[in-house]
């Protein structure tokens, strides 16, 4: 029997909807303790007793973490605001400029560094002194201001000549939302229990907003304090607040810590912040069966088209000989594909700019917002143009068409560029990685189906499967904990399948990931290709699916992720394999020649893939990492008769294309 | 042929191979046509793992080209230049040759491979000379030094017999023969892309001739040229008489054939399948030879990788110590670091083990932790290991 974890939850109201809940209807783990013993305290106070092992969790502000990076987030969960928020702000009786003293309220780490960080940009220096909580406000006269956060500052409009919301200032200078608080544990703490325990008690608390509002409104006038109207507060809980740090919010979290280090304001290096993983419930269920296992008698069962359960990939990923994989992937491609044609593509990889708010680690491709001027760039027309020509003219089909998340570039600049692209040329559009369909969708304020099917009228044909990486959200949070999360990756997919588009999927490994996460990727995608395909047989063909599955080696150089994982050819070899066998439904794989050479990629035709990928006219994000080769149809032709089989384009459906049009 | 029939003989072959029987010529040209390529790499591994379990031998050693002035005129020959003179053409003197060993006197060397064109402009004595000045300086390092063709080259010139040249040769410090300048046996392949070179016969009397003074030597094969998949395997048969009858080949190396600046730069370079497939029928047609060794030079560091499960047990390629190959902050596909080397063997699931240029062992892999490898990924995937547990960042 586990001893309940001490949890510190902030007394402002904006945090009532996280922590109430545990009060009302406190979770309890599987023997019946309960899960939880909550306290209550001001914000600084929470991370102060946090660092002084005085309690398990809090709430804590999002800046005290940079002095704790061991301590542990948990994810999807936190205090955000996507422009003003309401609850901190500056209030003055001059224009900011000509403010000399700014008396910070009892304010939190977070909401000062803030205010630092929006103050330097502005080239402005007041100077910034302490005062106790609730003192903040009287203190105003003349050229002195406050910075006062929390439920004091609802009372503050009108009261003064000037009133700053800093959340409102933040997104007009970044575009992003900002991220005031999340909660946090000591290392080792928190078990998977407690994590869906704080998600359960949000989704409760954010259902409630009215009856807290109520709550919260009686509380004051019992009080003797001037309150404003229920709805107000229920507004408040309900729109302003946003309690899910999905992307967008991780998006604008990044910026914010790498903001404030670039003016040297902390000295927190690397960014990172170390998210909980929770476990897939569908994974979970799949771990449960077990019998001793052999290789052979697995492997003959794969060959033979018989489904593998997750602990069976995974027992032979750690024990199955590389050439026996390979031999059973070679029979199971054979049995799919048994014309004995290996496809190819002639498209063009179109990286439109390398503007990025997500700061993945393992990326040397993008340039922060920060930067953009200096280094980053958004192609033209007459750039695109000119690419789009050069691939017509080389018999190209396609355009994949990635870039950075760019909070500049907004849907319509999209749907422009597509209606464009599709009335001057006959290239299709396959294009837009979930990564970046997820962040249009938050910069809209659309959902992901909205974005989808505008983009789909534009002539989007259909989505590269990038970004996905290693799909388990413990690896993810390691090397690129601002970007989507596993569950979002496949949403953005199933969604795409629902409008009926097809789309491929990728795997990258080489980040230190286990046996049991790179098949827990494969096990994730193979569910969502049986959903995808029950939906065709039910409503018919024109529903979309996965057309193709793709892997290659991390390439680290010039990469912030040091790391010396196995990244070899060998292994390479082993996982496009396993991947053939585990994936009996996706129906193609494609060898990813440009990051392992075309001599490797023939026997990785013998070993599984049927598709020699595309005569790569140009790839940035792997280019930039090292990666050099390059090869016309003619040689790709060549390698694929090397490895004994026919060579023959085809679009990205993966039709065939006619003879005569080669 | 059908696939039916074709498997069938596959499993003949097969039997023949496990039951240690010789194979047949027809055997050899079969399994380079025969479909399944990891059906025919696994058979090979089979033999490797037999007369190797896992082990990958490497040994660190360093070239010395004395001179590239040569009177042949290989078609395929991207270093020879014709006449002393021409640019770029050079004879080192015997400090320069010195000074190639001064320069690597802290490095852990045991060997120096010693190639050179056919140079008759220059007294015998240089090239005696040019052992013994290594010898002086570091009396116990390896003399692998001068091809067949060399010694013919020497035994025409300088009117000496094979046997004299080489006596001379090892008093002043020859240790053993390299196996270069074999190409392809069969005379119309010669006539075609090395004409005014030792024949085969004077290539293989030469290895008799060393082998019977108690020389070990090396042989190779030169593949992706104008020669047929019957001539690759008529070669190998020759190497396996002259191997039946002396005992005295060490290794087997196939030699990828680079079409760049050389007279054949027309003809593509072999593909990875094609490499790998020679390995494995250079394991299976040689099973009197011990070693199949791959120069990941030639065919690059992936597919050498790849190599170890198609026959291959011994990795050649220049390997240097960490510190230069820092200071020179390259990472050339010319250079390898040791533990680059060791890591790519382990990551293949096989035992990495030092060698010296006879085989002793001079040190082996015992899977613990290196500097520069940080993570022991090492060994997962062998049928002979445990799989190591990986420390996450
Ligand atoms: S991988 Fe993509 S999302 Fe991540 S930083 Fe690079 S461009 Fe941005
Ligand atoms: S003998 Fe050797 S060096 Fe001379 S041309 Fe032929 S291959 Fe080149």
Known sequence: MATPLRLCAVTFLNAWPLYQPLLERPPLDEDGEPLFSVEEALPSECARRLAAGECDVALVPVASYLEHPEWEVVPEVGIAARGAVQTVVVVSEVPLPEVTRIHLDAASRSSVLLLRTLLTTEG????????????????????????????????????????????????????????????????????????????????????????????????????????????????????????????????????????????????????????????????????????????????????????????????????????????????????????????????????????????????????????????????????????????????????????????????????????????????????????????????????????????????????????????????????????????????????????????????????????????????????????????????????????????????????????????SPWRYLRVQALARLYLDNIPNLQVSWPTLGPEIGEVALRMGANDFGSVMIEENVVSQAGAHFMLTAEQIEHHIRAAGFSPRRRNMQYDWLPEAAQ | MSPATDSARFRTVADKVRAGEPLAFDDGVFLYRYPDLLAVGALANEVRERLHGDRTYFNINFHINPTNVCEADCQFCSFARLQPGMPQAYTMSLDEIRGKLVERKDQPVTEIHIVSGLHGGVPWSWYTDTLRVLKELRPDIHLKAFTAVEIHFFAEKYGKSYAQALRELVDAGLGSLPGGGAEIFADRVRRKICRDKATAEQWLEVHRTAHRMGLRSNCTMLYGTVETLEERVDHMLRLRALQDETGGFQTFIPLAFHPDGNRLDKLPRPTGVDSLRTYAVGRLMLHNIPHIKAYWIMIGLDTAQIAQSFGVDDLDGTVQEEKIYHMAGADTPQVMTRTGLIRLIREAGRRAVERDTLYEVRWEDDGRPLPGIRVEASVPYSRHRKRVELSVL
Not at chain 1, 178 to 189: I, L, Q, S
Not at chain 1, 395 to 411: A, C, E, H, M
């Open chain 1, 124 to 567: 402005l220096e007041p100077e910034l002194v302490p005062a106790p909580h609730g003192q903040g406000a009287s203190r105003v006269r003349g050229t002195e201001a406050a910075l006062v956060i929390g439920d004091a500052a609802f009372e503050l409009p009108g009261r003064f000549a000037h009133h700053i919301d800093l959340g409102a200032r933040w997104l007009a200078l970044t575009g992003l939302p900002m991220v005031f608080a999340f909660w946090a544990a000591r290392p080792g703490r928190l078990t998977e229990a407690h994590v869906r325990a704080l998600h359960a008690a949000r989704d409760r608390g954010i259902g409630q907003a009215e009856p807290l509002a109520r709550r919260y409104c009686e509380q004051r006038l019992a009080a003797g304090l001037p309150a404003q109207d229920e709805a107000f507060y229920a507004n408040y809980l309900r729109r302003t607040i946003r309690y899910r740090l999905d992307s967008w919010e991780r998006e604008g979290l990044v910026e914010y810590i790498a903001r404030s280090h670039e003016l040297h304001l902390h000295d927190a290096g690397d960014v990172h912040v170390r998210f909980a993983a929770r476990e897939h419930e569908g994974v979970a269920a799949a771990r449960r069966a077990r019998a001793p296992l052999r290789v052979d008698a697995l492997l003959q069962r794969a060959a033979a088209g018989e489904r593998l359960h997750l602990h069976e990939g995974i027992f032979l990923y750690e024990q199955a000989d590389t050439l026996a994989l390979g031999h059973a992937a070679d029979q199971r491609r054979a049995a799919l594909h048994p014309e004995g044609v290996v496809t190819y593509i002639i498209d063009r990889n179109v990286n439109y700019t390398n503007v990025c708010t997500a700061r993945c680690k393992f990326c040397n491709f993008y340039v922060p917002p920060t930067r953009k001027l200096q280094e980053g760039y958004v192609h033209s027309k007459e750039v695109l143009a000119q690419k789009f020509r050069e691939t017509e003219a080389l018999g190209g089909v396609q355009i994949l068409l990635q870039g950075g998340l760019n909070p500049d570039l907004r849907l319509e600049w999209y749907e422009d560029l597509f209606r464009w692209t599709k009335q001057n040329f006959s290239l299709r559009l396959h294009a837009l990685s979930p990564t970046e369909i997820i962040h249009i969708a938050h910069l809209e304020d659309l959902s992901v189906a909205q974005v989808l099917q505008r983009l789909r009228a534009a002539g989007m044909d259909s989505l590269p499967g990038g970004g996905a990486e290693i799909l388990h959200d413990e690896v993810r949070n390691r090397i690129s904990p601002f970007k989507n999360t596993t569950d979002e990756w496949l949403e953005v997919m199933r969604q795409a399948h629902v409008l009926g588009m097809k789309t491929t999927c990728t795997m990258v490994f080489g980040f230190q990931e286990t046996a049991e996460h790179t098949l827990v990727h494969l096990h994730r995608l193979r569910a969502l290709q049986d959903e995808a395909l029950a939906r065709r047989r039910a409503h018919g063909e024109h529903h979309g699916q996965f057309t193709a599955f793709i892997v290659w080696p991390f390439q680290a150089e010039g990469t912030r992720l040091k790391l010396r994982d196995d990244t």
